[in-house]
């Protein structure tokens, strides 16, 4: 497979830049992959697709403030864009400059405190910051939300709302598992009240979620890694929802990776813990725990598309997307929601 494979033309009028008045006003778009059938639908109808016993596994990291901005020790500009916190002091990192900073190098931050070019690794650098206060403080403190680059404004106050689900629990991630902003307390309730079993996972989404593949042959492109958590209470009810006809849900393609690197690396088995996955899920790939994904729009030529072209079949997928372009749907972080059943 070549990336033009998972290209289309999206107008550019269909990138949603804010969010809707309320968090559950999206539209959603079902795609039955078994059947080839489309269906559209609203979120708020998302109970009538489920029923008691069905798990929905959502991923409940929170987004830091991952962005600061500052100057190398020549003067130049440059833009700090944290991918992981290593400890208290070191984080790995993109840098934005007009030249790349050497390693040794010092880095002026928001005109407060200094950073040190440890290493550099591809895109990624390791910096070490000189203050008293942690990283995490730091970034609370000083830090800037990281909209995605598609999103052509700055962040605001209701951003640091609005790009972060209800639920978000474990500060880590530099992008918002986006799929589960649409979800309000209401909606979640509604979920329970029903018999639906919500379970969670932890995905530390990196910023390299927003970069796009470089090569023309997909099998050549190396993936990002992403620190996950799999709780015992999650693996349980999962096991228990298959012994009892119930449906394991993805909330988002974070909570998915998650769940399938787990069961990839113990011969599919969910094993409970903590680890790192850089799994790369495209067409031919062999679903080993999920049934059904929520999801959103994704860009084009993105290792998301083709997950959920793995999981829906690539003529599924650009039927659906060709669909969702021609009825308006709204696109990526902000935009509206897809309902998809695995293809069998």
């Not at 916190?85 to 010092?106: C, M, Q, T, Y």
């Not at 409970?272 to 999801?295: K, N, S």
Request: aromatic share 10%.
């Amino acid at each position: 497979m070549k990336i033009q494979d998972f290209d289309f033309n999206l107008p550019q009028e269909l990138i949603a830049q804010f969010p809707t008045e309320q968090r559950s006003d999206s539209r959603m778009l079902y795609l039955d992959s078994r059947h080839d059938q489309l269906q559209d639908s609203l979120f708020t109808e998302l109970p009538s697709y489920l029923r008691a016993g069905d798990v929905m596994v959502f991923n409940d990291t929170a987004v830091i403030k991952a962005r600061l901005t500052g100057l190398k020790s020549s003067g130049g500009k440059v833009e700090v864009m944290v991918e992981r916190v290593l400890d208290d002091h070191h984080v790995v990192a993109f840098i934005r400059a007009s030249h790349a900073p050497k390693v040794g190098s010092e880095l002026l931050l928001v005109n407060l405190f200094t950073a040190t070019v440890l290493a550099r690794e591809g895109m990624f650098y390791t910096l070490s910051f000189q203050h008293e206060k942690t990283v995490t403080e730091l970034l609370a403190c000083y830090g800037q939300l990281p909209l995605p680059p598609y999103i052509d404004r700055q962040a605001d106050l209701a951003d640091e709302k609005r790009y972060q689900t209800v639920y978000a629990k474990n500060p880590g991630a530099v992008a918002a598992p986006t799929a589960g902003l649409h979800f309000d307390e209401t909606m979640l309730n509604k979920l329970r009240a029903m018999g639906v079993v919500i379970a969670y996972v932890t995905l530390h989404v990196g910023a390299g979620t927003f970069q796009p593949v470089r090569v023309e042959k997909i099998a050549e492109h190396q993936m990002h890694r992403e620190t996950f958590h799999l709780p015992s209470e999650t693996v349980e009810a999962i096991e228990q929802a298959k012994t009892q006809g119930g449906r394991i849900l993805a909330v988002g393609t974070t909570s998915l990776r998650a769940l399938e690197a787990s069961a990839s690396a113990n011969n599919g088995r969910l094993i409970a813990g903590f680890g790192d996955t850089d799994i790369f899920i495209t067409p031919g790939y062999r679903f080993q725990v999920i049934e059904r994904l929520l999801t959103n729009f994704h860009l084009p030529r993105s290792t998301l598309l083709m997950l959920v072209s793995a999981f829906a079949g690539m003529d599924n997928i650009r039927h659906a997307y060709q669909h969702a372009i021609a009825n308006q749907y709204r696109f990526f972080s902000y935009g509206d929601a897809m309902l998809i059943e695995k293809k069998s």
